[in-house]
């Protein structure tokens, strides 16, 4: 977490591992470690974040971000960890 400590949470580093790594086992192709876009591209926000970034209601929030775009998983304090759209 030192290249880009404000980017993620340990453990939403940890989720976005994981998904790598199942992308990788499914493709049989390894993936280029690329901080930058990794940071480009996925996005760790709490549902207040998320009300305010993309003005979805706070009840409809965790709905609509999964009908957006690719939600990899929720860590423990609630804040969702998906890829940008």
């Known amino acids: 977490n030192r290249l ?3 980017n993620f949470s ?3 580093l940890e989720v976005l591992f994981e998904h790598f790594e199942h992308m990788e086992e499914c493709t049989g192709q390894e993936m280029e470690f690329e901080v930058i876009k990794i940071c480009c591209e996925w996005s ?3 549902v207040g974040e998320l009300v305010e970034m993309y003005s979805y209601p706070a ?5 609509l ?3 957006s775009t ?6 423990n304090d609630g804040r969702y960890v ?3 759209f």
């Open 44 to 46: 760790e926000s709490s």
């Open 4 to 6: 880009r400590p404000d």
């Open 65 to 67: 971000l999964n009908k």
């Open 82 to 84: 998906y890829q940008q």
């Open 70 to 75: 690719l939600v990899v998983g929720v860590v």
């Open 59 to 63: 009840d409809d929030a965790e709905f």
């Open 10 to 12: 340990y453990e939403a």
